[in-house]
């Protein structure tokens, strides 16, 4: 039964607090959000956003041109009376710098419209940028517990290479006495041979799991750096999800909503008031043939019929697109509820089959045991001996990867849920 204490100190010593030299899941979290590349992409986003929003409030501004000509015309009007006399001619060579200012006084809103447009594609980047570091989420998680499975399989193998040495010893010590074969040794040097190559094979998966989430996390860690294994202390199958697909589909039919307005104002007529100020020749007074200033203010009214009629199929095309987000929101709904209740079966059944390991755990021990016994008084091969302590091995390695696995499951309901882990 000693082995079998050593087993389960191990494996609460894993689900312990965490070291100060240790690394938890949600740091990885928190490195993942501020350094991954899609990170930066939200504050980006927010940047883009700001000056959209800038350029779409000039249209509370007034819109001002500025226009030069110069032209030469073959003839002009003649207004002269036959046999002399009558108003000068009119100059060929005619001349005009001018400045207009329009000033919108009603077109339905649809400054203000634009704006709030603006803002709602800025939160649809946003919110596709947030998916994305879910799925960022996904991978850190797959690889923190890969490493912590690999880990978990480093320390059983190195319980197994011990017993091997020990059991090597006590053999030899046996066919030095002529009480056992020589090839009774040579089977356990065999399996001592090939634990040490699993032992670096190993090693190689745990390296390279490190590198990978490195690279996710952007941040350098060494192997020597302990994972924490999660803990949760809450229940999780009672919070409601909050994925950030759901934000996505909220934003895009706000985005719609303000499409669907903005095509409505294209049934309303626009106004605006506008006053040109020019210097030239001739000016309105085309009688003037002197350089001068000269003027012109006044109203005018925009009704375009082309989007008066199309402003309602717009609208209805926009009205279909938002059935389709709805119908993607439900199926979302649907692909998200079966993925959970994957989940929690497969938590149920890891529990079911961490209490059998136990129970396997104490039976396998008590025969090793015994067939080391055996093995020491020539009643059982050391092929019959690596048989029963390849099953208690597994019987161990089976308990504590089931224990990462149910962590790993409880932790993946609360990424599928789109909710912080506690």
Not at 18 to 43: F, R, V
Not at 91 to 102: G, H, I, L, N, R
Not at 131 to 160: M, P
Request: aromatic share 8%; net charge negative; proline share 4%.
């Amino acid at each position: 039964m000693k082995l079998l204490t050593l087993i389960l100190l191990f494996a609460s010593a894993v689900q312990a607090n965490a070291p100060a030299d240790s690394l938890s899941l949600q740091y990885c979290y928190t490195q993942a959000n501020q350094n991954y590349p899609t990170a930066e992409n939200i504050e980006l986003q927010q940047k883009i956003t700001e000056l959209n929003l800038k350029i779409a409030d000039t249209g509370y501004y007034p819109n001002v041109e500025l226009g030069g000509k110069a032209s030469y015309q073959s003839e002009v009007t003649d207004f002269s009376i036959p046999g002399g006399g009558g108003p000068p001619a009119v100059s060929k060579d005619q001349y005009e710098a001018s400045f207009k200012v329009t000033q919108n006084i009603f077109n339905g809103g649809a400054v203000g419209i634009r704006k709030e447009l603006e803002r709602a594609k800025g939160e649809q980047q946003i919110h596709s940028s947030e998916i994305e570091l879910h799925q960022v989420r996904k991978q850190v998680d797959q690889v923190y517990f890969g490493i912590l499975l690999s880990q978990q399989q480093q320390k059983v193998n190195a319980l197994l290479i011990e017993d091997l040495e020990e059991r090597i010893k006590t053999v030899r010590s046996q066919v030095e006495n002529g009480v056992l074969l020589p090839s009774q040794q040579h089977i356990l040097q065999a399996e001592l041979i090939k634990a040490h190559q699993d032992s670096a094979t190993i090693a190689s998966n745990v390296d390279a799991g490190y590198q990978v989430l490195s690279e996710l996390i952007g941040e350098e860690i060494s192997p020597d750096m302990n994972l924490s294994l999660p803990s949760p202390r809450v229940n999780y199958q009672s919070m409601q999800p909050r994925r950030p697909e759901y934000e996505l589909f909220q934003s895009t039919e706000k985005t719609l909503e303000k499409q669907m307005d903005l095509a409505y104002t294209k049934k309303l007529p626009s106004i605006s008031a506008f006053g040109t100020g020019a210097f030239g020749r001739p000016g309105l007074n085309f009688l003037n043939d002197d350089f001068h200033e000269y003027y012109i203010v006044g109203l005018q009214l925009r009704w375009n019929l082309t989007d008066l009629w199309n402003s309602d199929t717009e609208m209805q095309a926009l009205k279909v697109q938002q059935q389709k987000v709805d119908q993607n929101r439900k199926a979302f709904t649907r692909q998200l509820q079966a993925s959970l209740d994957r989940i929690e079966q497969r938590i149920a059944s890891i529990r079911e089959n961490i209490e059998r390991d136990r129970e396997i755990i104490t039976l396998r021990e008590q025969i090793v045991k015994e067939s080391a016994s055996q093995l020491e008084n020539g009643v059982v091969t050391a092929t019959e001996y690596v048989t029963e302590l390849t099953q208690a091995n597994r019987a161990r390695l089976s308990l504590f990867i089931n224990r990462v696995q149910l962590a790993e499951a409880q932790i993946e309901y609360a990424t599928t849920l789109g909710v912080p882990i506690e």
